[in-house]
C-alpha cells in the first residue's frame, strides 16, 4: 500500500461519514503526514473488530483529506488544538464541504432552502432524484443526514422531520475558515463574503458577519474594515499561511503598519493603510464556482439575508428567523 492518495471530490455520491474517527485520529497525522502512512496507522487504530471494515474505513478518511499524497494538516493542526469541541467541529464540517462537493450542493440548495418549520425526508429524497439520477438517493441521504446532525448543522425534533440550525461560529473557527477561503492577503467586500455559497452552507446568518469581522480586526487577522459610501469591505492582515499560523501556532499578530508586508502584484491592489483607499471596491473572487452555481442557485432571497450595512445583530447565536439557537 505505496500509492499516494489524494481526494477524488466526488459530485453524485456521498457515504460513509465517520465523523467521529475524523474527529478522533485525524490529529495523528501530524506523526504521520503522508497519505499511505496515515492509512496505515487508522488500519491499526480504529475501533472496528473486522481488518476489512478498518482498511475500507482508512481508505475513506485518507482519501477525503488527502492531497497529492499528503494530508491537510493545517486540519490536523487544528483538531488537535480544538479536539472535541464546537470549534472543531466547525472547522471539520468547512472541510467535510471542501472535501465533498456532493454535501455542499445539499446543504446550499436542500437545507439552507428549508423553511424556519423544517422539512421532510421526501423533500431530501426528492432533490436528490433528479440530482442522482435515482441511484443511491437512500444511502446519500442517510449520509448527509447524519453527517449535519453530527457536526451541528441539522435537528430531527421527530422522525423523519429536519430543521436546519443557523448559528453564529466561534471566533477561533470563523478565523481558520477565513484563512482558507482567502489563501492571499485581499481586500473583499463584506457584500460579495456573505452571499458565499460557502458562508450559506455553514448555515451562518449574515447579520452576525460585521462583528465576527471586527473581532477577526482585534485577533490580527484583518488589518483594516473601510464603509466608503455604499461599499463596506475588509482587508486581510497577511497570506491565509501566516494567517494560519497566528491561529494554530501561537504567533503573535503584528500591527498592520509594522507588518511590512506587500500584497501579491497579481491580486487585487492593496496600498500601505497609512494611505486612504480607493473608493471603487474590488471583490475577492474564491476558487471555482460552487455546486450552487452549477445546478442553479435557490430561487428567492434565503431569510437570513438581512441588510449588511444596518446595525450589526450582536455576538449571540443566532437561527435562521433571528432567534437563538440552542444548538451546541
Known amino acids: 500500500m505505496t500509492r499516494p492518495i489524494t481526494n477524488r471530490a466526488r459530485r453524485t455520491y456521498f457515504n460513509n461519514p465517520l465523523v467521529e474517527e475524523t474527529l478522533k485520529h485525524l490529529p495523528a497525522a501530524l506523526e504521520h503526514p503522508a497519505s499511505t502512512a496515515f492509512r496505515d496507522y487508522l488500519v491499526q487504530n480504529l475501533h472496528h473488530n473486522s481488518q476489512s471494515t478498518r482498511l475500507k474505513a482508512a481508505e475513506y478518511i485518507s482519501a477525503r483529506f488527502a492531497k497529492d499524497g499528503a494530508i491537510d494538516l493545517d486540519l490536523a493542526r487544528a483538531l488537535k488544538r480544538f479536539g472535541d469541541s464546537r470549534i472543531g467541529r466547525e472547522i471539520l464540517y468547512f472541510e467535510y464541504l471542501q472535501a465533498i462537493p456532493l454535501l455542499q450542493e445539499i446543504a446550499v440548495r436542500w437545507l439552507a432552502a428549508l423553511?424556519?418549520?423544517?422539512?421532510?425526508?421526501?423533500?431530501?429524497?426528492?432533490?436528490?432524484?433528479?440530482?442522482?439520477?435515482?441511484?443511491?438517493?437512500?444511502?446519500?441521504?442517510?449520509?448527509?443526514?447524519?453527517?449535519?446532525?453530527?457536526?451541528?448543522?441539522?435537528?430531527?425534533?421527530?422522525?423523519?422531520?429536519?430543521?436546519?440550525?443557523?448559528?453564529?461560529?466561534?471566533?477561533?473557527?470563523?478565523?481558520?475558515?477565513?484563512?482558507?477561503?482567502?489563501?492571499?492577503?485581499?481586500m473583499v467586500q463584506v457584500e460579495t463574503f456573505g452571499g458565499e455559497n460557502t458562508v450559506r452552507a455553514m448555515l451562518w446568518p449574515v447579520p452576525c458577519l460585521p462583528e465576527l469581522l471586527k473581532a477577526a480586526e482585534r485577533a490580527g487577522h484583518v488589518s483594516k474594515i473601510s464603509q466608503l459610501d455604499q461599499y463596506h469591505q475588509f482587508t486581510l492582515a497577511g497570506t491565509g499561511a501566516e494567517r494560519m499560523r497566528l491561529l494554530l501556532g501561537g504567533v503573535e499578530p503584528v500591527p498592520a503598519k509594522a507588518s511590512g508586508l506587500k500584497p501579491p502584484q497579481q491580486k487585487v491592489p492593496v496600498r500601505h493603510p497609512s494611505t486612504r483607499l480607493k473608493e471603487e471596491p474590488v471583490a475577492y473572487v474564491v476558487g471555482e464556482a460552487g455546486p450552487a452555481e452549477e445546478g442553479g442557485a435557490p430561487e428567492g432571497k434565503p431569510q437570513n439575508q438581512l441588510d449588511l450595512f444596518g446595525q450589526p445583530a450582536g455576538g449571540k447565536a443566532a437561527t435562521k428567523r433571528g432567534k437563538k439557537s440552542h444548538a451546541g
Open 115 to 186: 423553511p424556519e418549520a423544517g422539512g421532510n425526508r421526501q423533500s431530501l429524497l426528492a432533490f436528490l432524484g433528479p440530482l442522482l439520477g435515482g441511484r443511491s438517493t437512500d444511502k446519500v441521504a442517510q449520509s448527509a443526514v447524519q453527517t449535519f446532525k453530527l457536526l451541528g448543522r441539522l435537528r430531527s425534533p421527530k422522525l423523519a422531520h429536519y430543521v436546519p440550525i443557523w448559528s453564529e461560529p466561534p471566533l477561533e473557527a470563523f478565523l481558520y475558515i477565513l484563512a482558507r477561503m482567502f489563501p492571499e492577503r485581499s
